[in-house]
């Protein structure tokens, strides 16, 4: 399952006798995918995988829409900074993926996070129009998606941040199983 030493200099990762595990994290704008991928490299790396919008959904006993609705954005915020500084807090020596909401790694807080924990953060790239479709399709309710104009100039403000991720992959035009065979080829870890 882990990469060889080879593998992973080649992508200018430490070599895996350097780690005790991995954890990779998917970022990208709603409708990414983050979540079906998640669950696919999961299965298929034999990692757990962790959504980290359930983890706040957990923690809180109320829905994403419920935070928004009765507390505000801020105080979504602060609770998923404090999920993912748990959930980094936690690692040990198990590998993991992470699924994070659309927002969180915008938050610098939250990317200083990940790059102190040594994570492989993968952009889950498309373009504005085709997530916006997939959300459309999906039954998941969204409190930051509103309408398509709305949408579009939430993802070009967040686009510039999501591209400071280690790798990118984009998802136009492909199925979850597709995106996560790339991500792990280009890690090495398959
Ligand atoms: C958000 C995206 C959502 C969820 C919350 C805020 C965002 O997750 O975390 O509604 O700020 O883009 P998904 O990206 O999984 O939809």
New binding site residues.
């Given amino acids: 399952m882990r990469p060889t030493a080879d593998s992973a200099t080649r992508k200018g990762l430490a070599p895996p006798e350097a780690r005790s595990s991995w954890l990779i994290v998917l970022v990208g ?4 995918g ?2 079906s991928v998640g669950k696919i490299l999961g299965q298929r790396l034999g990692w757990a995988f962790e959504d980290l ?1 359930d983890r706040i959904q957990a923690r809180e006993g109320r829905s ?1 829409e419920q935070i ?1 609705q009765e507390s505000g954005e801020a105080e ?1 915020r602060r609770l ?1 900074t404090a999920a993912l500084r748990d959930l980094v807090a936690e690692l040990g020596c198990a590998s993991r993926v992470v ?1 994070l ?4 790694f915008v938050q610098p807080e939250n990317a200083r996070l990940l790059e102190q924990s040594g994570a492989h953060v993968v952009f889950l790239d498309g373009s504005a129009d085709e997530l916006f479709r997939r959300c459309q399709q999906e039954q ?1 309710s ?3 998606r509103r309408d398509a104009r709305q949408f579009r100039e939430l993802y070009d403000q967040r686009r510039p941040f999501y591209l400071t991720a280690a790798l990118r992959v984009d998802t136009d035009g492909k199925d979850p199983d597709t995106v996560a065979g790339e991500v792990t080829c280009s890690l090495g870890v398959l």
């Fill in positions: 704008f709603m409708g990414a983050k979540t919008d994403i928004f979504f998923e699924a909401g659309g927002g969180a998941k969204r409190p930051l």
